[in-house]
């Protein structure tokens, strides 16, 4: 078994935090996977899994053994004349899954085009983007179990998907490794494009032409115009997710701010974050080597050499200062490590 001792993690991580990994090994299939957890279970050693690296914050060393996810595949497995079953190995990239259903004609995650990381952590935060989420398309997914080794499949039920949320950010929480990931895609899709200036960059650009691949073009030259790319600087896309607040709340703040974004939603009223954030002057704060990104405040970014540790204390006193002046308490999106 090829494990490395005292891996640099910098490469695997979008926000280019440089931290080691006591030990770290990558799996290229389920039998590979399954050798690495009945190692980790009988040397008693912790794991921890790693996608895409785009949705941690690494704080400190880690002293575990992480498990890179390198399963690969895709297979349509069932298909009717209106839609097909596409089940995708976990490692796969999550943008190339898009591009191939694209290429394949089949519709539903078009909106979700240019999202960093693998496939099998889209369930773990139900990823959404442009009035599309995961859970919209989503059959089942297969998993094992890091203790028993027991293969198990979740359905959309199982999974409990909420607003970037799921089982297992819940009672599933680190205790499986996803291992395939079946979507279905329709051969007749249904177009959504009313959300943000989606249909503007199709009349723009396309002559309003609606296609699948003019959709995930003009998500991606949006996502492009406002999102720091990761390789130039570090980041792992939104710090903190939407706050979901109650109706009277919103409607107390917007007495006091009038001008305030919100969207109902069946929980509650959704406040956006990067507006919370921008009110209280974090827009563009820059603290040494990291800061708020100048576009996007709801992006906090590593301009080169970072420690996670200064970056979640910011993250830290964003949240402090807008639950002094919102009442609002904003959540982590991105996992601390
Ligand atoms: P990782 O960061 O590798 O892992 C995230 C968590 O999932 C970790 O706790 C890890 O242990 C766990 N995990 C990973 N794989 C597995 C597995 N196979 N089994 C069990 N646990 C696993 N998110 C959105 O929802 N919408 C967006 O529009 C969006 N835009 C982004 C834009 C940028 C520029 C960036 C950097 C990030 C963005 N994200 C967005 C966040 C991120 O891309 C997604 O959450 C993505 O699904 C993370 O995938 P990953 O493979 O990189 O996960
Ligand atoms: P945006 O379009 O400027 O919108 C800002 C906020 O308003 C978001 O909270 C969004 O909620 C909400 N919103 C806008 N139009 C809406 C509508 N028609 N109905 C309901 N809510 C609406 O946001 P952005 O920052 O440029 O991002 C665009 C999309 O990409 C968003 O969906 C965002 O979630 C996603 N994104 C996610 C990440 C991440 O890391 N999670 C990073 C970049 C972009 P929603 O967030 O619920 O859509």
Redesign the pocket.
């Known amino acids: 078994m090829n494990i490395q001792f005292n891996k640099s993690l910098r490469e695997l991580n979008t926000f280019g935090i440089e931290v080691k990994a006591s030990e770290f090994i990558a799996a290229h299939n389920d039998t590979e996977l399954i050798e690495i957890l009945n190692f980790a279970n009988n040397n008693n050693k912790k794991i921890k899994v790693i996608g895409g690296g785009s949705n941690i914050l690494l704080t400190k060393e880690v002293e575990c053994l992480i498990i890179l996810n390198r399963l690969k595949g895709i297979n349509i497995v069932a298909e009717t004349a209106d839609h097909a079953d596409v089940q995708f190995k976990s490692g796969e990239n999550w943008h190339q899954c898009v591009l191939f259903c694209i290429e394949k004609n089949l519709g539903g995650i078009e909106n979700l085009s240019l999202i960093p990381g693998s496939i099998g952590a889209a369930p773990i935060q139900n990823i ?4 599309v989420e995961l859970k919209d398309v989503f059959v089942q997914l297969e998993a094992v179990h890091t203790q028993t080794l027991q293969s198990r499949v979740f359905n959309l039920h199982d999974c409990a998907f909420g ?2 949320d799921s089982v297992f950010k819940h009672a599933a929480h680190q205790h499986y490794f996803i291992t395939s990931v079946t979507l279905r895609l329709q051969k007749k899709p249904v177009f959504n494009i ?3 200036d989606i249909k503007k960059v199709l009349q723009e650009d396309y002559q309003n032409e609606i296609t699948l691949k003019n959709i995930s073009d003009a998500v991606i030259k949006i ?1 492009t115009s ?2 720091p790319d990761p390789k130039v600087i570090g980041n792992a ?2 710090f903190f997710k ?1 706050p979901v607040v109650e109706i009277e709340l919103a409607a107390t703040l917007k007495l006091s701010y009038p001008h305030m ?1 919100s ?1 109902d939603t069946e929980t509650g009223v ?1 406040i ?3 507006w919370l954030i921008e009110q209280c002057n974090w827009k563009g704060h820059v603290a040494g080597n990291y800061g708020v990104h100048s576009k ?1 405040p ?1 992006v906090l970014v590593n301009y080169g050499g970072a420690k996670g540790s200064d970056i979640l204390q910011l993250s830290d006193s964003i949240i402090t200062s807008v639950q002094q002046r919102f009442n609002i308490t904003l959540e982590r ?1 991105v996992n601390i490590w």
């Open positions: 959404g983007a442009y009035g607003y970037r009313e959300y943000g996502r406002k999102l896309g939104s939407n974004p969207f959704k956006p974050a990067a996007q709801l999106e």
